[in-house]
């Protein structure tokens, strides 16, 4: 075991061009385009992953706001806070290696959910990455800080 890690994978989604929902997936592949299959696959690579934490999804909780996993729109859910990590940080996880871009910001379609989403996630929503390396992200792969 690595002393750089930070956590690990709950559940992946990618985004359905013929059904237009969120599709939950064992693994995905992802190359320097984005992930393969996704809807926005190649259309923005500082904004091509999405990852967010399951406390995004506890601080809805706490306010009696209930949402399923994958509806805040992110492609990786993560037992830890992403929102915490720097820009340029880079992550080893499972064959890939991904850079934290950019903090994720409020999207109107939040809204669907409850109209206090927006304003309680303003700092947990997640954050964007980019793909350095591509490969195989799978449930359960650990997350760590690549030195």
């Known amino acids: 075991m690595n002393n750089n890690k930070i956590g690990e994978i709950k559940y992946l989604f990618i985004s359905s061009n013929k059904e237009n929902k969120r599709l939950s997936k064992q693994k995905i592949l992802v190359d320097t385009k984005g992930i393969v299959d996704d809807k926005f696959y190649n259309t923005n690579k500082e904004r ?27 492609n990786i859910l993560v037992d830890f806070n992403p929102y915490e990590l720097e820009s340029g940080t880079q992550l080893s996880i499972g064959e890939t290696i991904l850079e934290i871009t950019i903090e994720c910001t409020i999207c109107n379609f939040l809204t669907k959910i409850n109209n206090k989403v927006p304003k309680l996630l303003k700092n947990d929503r997640g954050v964007f990455a980019k793909v350095i390396k591509g490969g195989t992200i799978s449930i359960n792969d650990s997350i760590e800080i690549k030195n």
């Open 48 to 74: 091509s992953i999405l990852l967010t934490s399951l406390y995004a999804y506890k601080l809805m909780k706490e306010k009696n706001i209930f949402a399923t996993h994958g509806q805040l729109g992110e």
